[in-house]
């Protein structure tokens, strides 16, 4: 199992940004995909998770209404478009798939939202 996150960056407060996941070593369109961030001193939270054909989606109550997460299995990618930013949504956003009950996650990508 692999993953690979990329598309993070520094944005300005009210700025968007879309990060990606790159999936491979396991069906993709099979499994259930989340994602989560840490911010610094902070443990990792929860953010969003999509269902295998994408129908299915729920967020983190600090998220909704702003993040939305989707998934094309002909790529096997996940993505997480993030609207209307903030200062506290800076943090590292990593993927992650359950995969025979062991949790995979990706190296992560840096968002900072700045002025």
């Known amino acids: 199992v692999q993953l690979v996150e990329s598309g993070g960056g520094l944005v300005q407060p009210g700025g968007s940004l879309k990060v990606s996941c790159a999936a491979s070593g396991f069906t993709f369109s099979n499994y259930e995909m989340s994602w989560y961030r840490q911010a610094p001193g902070k443990e990792r939270e929860w953010v969003a998770v999509i269902g295998i054909t994408g129908a299915f989606t729920n967020y983190s109550n600090s998220v909704k209404g702003r993040f939305t997460i989707s998934r094309d299995n002909t790529k096997n990618t996940v993505y997480l478009q993030m609207n209307s930013l903030k200062f506290e949504d800076t943090a590292v956003y990593y993927c992650?798939?359950?995969?025979?009950?062991?949790?995979?996650w990706g190296q992560g990508t840096q968002v900072t939202v700045s002025s």
């Open positions: 992650k798939v359950v995969v025979y009950s062991s949790d995979h």
